[in-house]
């Protein structure tokens, strides 16, 4: 069964460091998302990917982060200078464009913890 | 979207039929219901979605009655692994700008 990868699934970094998340969607995939979920909080909406632009992005997703579609498989998630505060599991999420269908599934990676120190 | 209402937390017996029910008031026309289910430190995992009456899949069953108005997540014989937290969420799927709002979920807690 196809499933979403995502690389590392720890990540440890300074404070004012630059981190990338790697996400491989599922490869027939047209939507890809980031949400992060802080512990024990709630699974947050970070942004939204279609068409090689971004679709939506919430209040979190400031100018410190970013996201590319670099080749065809992959999917990132850079965030510039990491705060204390962006410690958290971030999720990879996508889903396909099955036209003329009635249900249009996400599917959600495993995550990367990333700790800022 | 519309906001969704569920149990803050559940307990269960090995074996039992678990019902999780949710409600979504201000559910549109387009909107489907979905599950997830989440382990510690794991990604949201697709449980079941549907749109009006009953879908059942080899894990689950969701029942929707005629006004679309709440959804019962149905566990047929839980197991110790089923213990998570268990979502429910409404959205119109086939919208391009579709995306996930997470409540606080349920957290369904399956004892011996």
């Known amino acids: 069964e196809p499933e979403v990868t995502q690389t590392p699934s720890h990540q440890v970094t300074q404070m004012g460091q630059e981190v990338i998340l790697r996400c491989v969607p599922i490869s027939n995939h047209l939507y890809f998302y980031w949400y992060r979920q802080i512990l024990g909080q709630k699974v947050e909406f970070l942004v939204s990917f279609y068409n090689n632009e971004i679709s939506e992005k919430s209040e979190i997703f400031d100018d410190q982060f970013s996201v590319e579609r670099p080749d065809g498989s992959n999917f990132t998630l850079k965030i510039r200078s990491t705060k204390l505060e962006d410690s958290a599991m971030y999720f990879c999420?996508?889903?396909?464009?099955?036209?003329?269908?009635?249900?249009?599934?996400?599917?959600f990676g495993p995550g990367t913890r990333l700790t800022v120190l | 979207l519309a906001k969704t209402t569920q149990p803050i937390s559940m307990d269960s017996y090995e074996g039992q039929e678990v019902n999780i029910t949710c409600s979504h008031n201000?559910?549109?026309?387009?909107?489907?219901i979905t599950w997830y289910q989440q382990f510690p430190s794991q990604g949201p995992r697709f449980i079941i979605q549907?749109?009006?009456t009953k879908v059942t899949n080899e894990v689950a069953s969701l029942f929707i009655p005629a006004d679309r108005k709440s959804s019962t997540l149905s566990l047929p014989r839980v197991s110790l692994s089923d213990t998570a937290v268990y979502y429910c969420l409404v959205g119109d799927t086939r919208d391009s700008s579709y995306k996930l709002i997470f409540g606080s979920g349920t957290r369904l807690l399956v004892r011996p």
């Open positions: 201000n559910i549109a026309t387009n909107d489907y």
């Open positions: 549907g749109y009006k």
């Open positions: 999420a996508s889903r396909g464009d099955r036209q003329g269908k009635t249900t249009d599934t996400q599917y």
